[in-house]
């Protein structure tokens, strides 16, 4: 086979495999399971499609509770603590805005907040916290080896600094701070885990339009 050949033969194979992703890109797929979903550029946020992890923790009135409790419901997973000082409040205040965006929609989604801070987050904590941004959002807590398991399955993190960590000239705090994921996890009605929403893609109206994509399916 000469150089020519070889040229034609290449050029042939990469057109193919252009034309194959092309197609790929913008025809329905079907995922893990062989359910019917949209193309990626459907939905705002980020796919995954897997079984999400099961989990039971404690909620803010002592109550077990686990993630096959929301089936029939959406159930939007955030991270952090009740001590944080921006991120947190930002994130559970946009979250708010997705219910609001529903309207009477909002009944059927689930927003619970999982501490990294099972020390000081105990659930008379977040009982205090948690409603301040919306009296539906459930908070979990759990013993220290409870949240690391829960925030391993999911791929999150979470890093605990000392007292000093961040702290200015003028700052009176005493207190450690903590460094935690700031993706938003989305699971759907049957316990399948969808989509993440990294924190640059937490847009409330963008959230609320792919909740609503869903539930019309």
């Not at 050029?11 to 893990?32: H, P, S, T």
């Not at 995954?48 to 009135?61: H, M, R, S, V």
């Not at 000093?164 to 399948?192: A, C, I, P």
């Amino acid at each position: 086979m000469n150089l020519k050949h070889v040229v034609i033969i290449t050029f042939v194979v990469l057109l193919i495999l252009g034309w194959g992703l092309f197609i790929y890109e913008r025809l329905e797929v079907r995922n893990f399971k062989g359910n019917l979903v949209e193309n990626k550029y459907d939905y705002h946020g980020i796919r995954i499609y897997k079984e999400a992890p099961g989990f039971e923790l404690t909620d803010q009135n002592n109550n077990r509770v686990s993630l096959s409790d929301f089936k029939g419901k959406l159930v939007l997973i955030s991270w952090g603590f009740t001590h944080c000082p921006d991120i947190c409040p930002l994130i559970l205040s946009r979250l708010s805005n997705v219910m609001k965006e529903l309207g009477d929609l909002s009944d059927n989604v689930q927003v619970v907040f999982i501490t990294v801070d099972p020390e000081r987050d105990t659930p008379s904590r977040l009982k205090s916290y948690i409603p301040s941004f919306n009296d539906r959002f459930i908070g979990l807590t759990g013993s220290t080896e409870d949240i690391e398991k829960v925030v391993k399955s999911y791929n999150a993190f979470f890093i605990k600094h000392p007292e000093v960590y961040g702290r200015g000239e003028f700052d009176t705090w005493d207190s450690y701070q903590m460094t935690h994921t700031t993706k938003v996890y989305l699971v759907d009605q049957n316990g399948r885990l969808l989509f993440y929403y990294p924190y640059d893609k937490l847009e409330s109206t963008e959230i609320a339009k792919d909740i609503k994509r869903i539930l019309q399916r």
